[in-house]
């Protein structure tokens, strides 16, 4: 079955300069798996391919059941120098959470 990450994963974000930095956090731990396999730089690269130029960058968290996103070049030059609205690293956050994700059917 396929859904949203936002049905199954929380995030936490940030932003600095030209960077956004997005932390997602599996809701349960079963969902870390899911995510390990299907949420890859590969992917959220895609998924921000319109917005994001430079590189991205994924560090595993397993303690934590989650993964922490660093996306240089994400921001249009930083919040001081965007013409864009809202391009700071929430806006970031709330759109990977939109990313879908195939989950096994629940029993």
């Not at 949420?39 to 959220?44: D, G, H, K, M, Q």
């Not at 809202?86 to 709330?94: F, M, P, Q, T, Y």
Request: glycine share 6%.
């Amino acid at each position: 079955m396929k859904v949203q990450l936002r049905k199954i994963a929380h995030g936490r974000c940030g932003d600095k300069s030209d960077t956004s930095n997005i932390c997602i956090y599996a809701r349960e731990p079963k969902y870390y798996k899911v995510m390990e396999e299907q949420l890859t730089t590969e992917a959220v690269r895609r998924h921000f391919e319109d917005i994001v130029y430079g590189d991205v960058i994924r560090y595993d968290l397993p303690q934590l059941d989650g993964f922490n996103f660093v996306m240089h070049h994400a921001l249009d030059g930083g919040a001081t120098r965007s013409l864009r609205l809202d391009s700071l690293g929430k806006c970031l956050e709330a759109a990977l959470l939109r990313f879908e994700v195939e989950i096994p059917d629940e029993e």
